[in-house]
């Protein structure tokens, strides 16, 4: 499988916002599920937030109503939109792509994208 490739990440001050993106070539981007993860130093890697292929979303708790996931097929792209960012958001951001129409199993990950937020 051909490895995702994110973009989008910097360093952006506590309230602030930045939008990522994540490219997964392949022209059956659109029945695969897609996750967004994040892994700060000297943690495990958590999920932020999934879709699966009909849209269908997931959060987790520490980020619900701040960050937004979408997924647009025709650019074979899912976006993750932070907004109100925290200090404790900052982490290595990595987007997963699923074999499955849902996120659950396995994937390919991307190499990931820094994100440091300052207080």
């Known amino acids: 499988q051909v490895q995702p490739v994110e973009s989008g990440g910097g360093l952006v001050r506590t309230g602030g916002s930045l939008k990522l993106s994540c490219v997964s070539p392949g022209n059956i981007f659109s029945i695969k599920a897609m996750g967004w993860y994040r892994q700060a130093p000297g943690k495990q890697r958590d999920m932020v937030a999934t879709?699966?292929?009909?849209?269908?979303?997931r959060y987790a708790d520490s980020v619900k109503g701040r960050f937004t996931i979408s997924r647009d097929n025709d650019k074979n792209t899912v976006y993750l939109e932070m907004n109100s960012l925290k200090p404790e958001d900052t982490a290595v951001y990595y987007c997963k792509r699923f074999t499955n129409s849902v996120p659950v199993g396995f994937g390919s990950w991307g190499q990931g994208t820094q994100v440091t937020v300052s207080s």
């Open positions: 879709i699966d292929s009909g849209g269908r979303t």
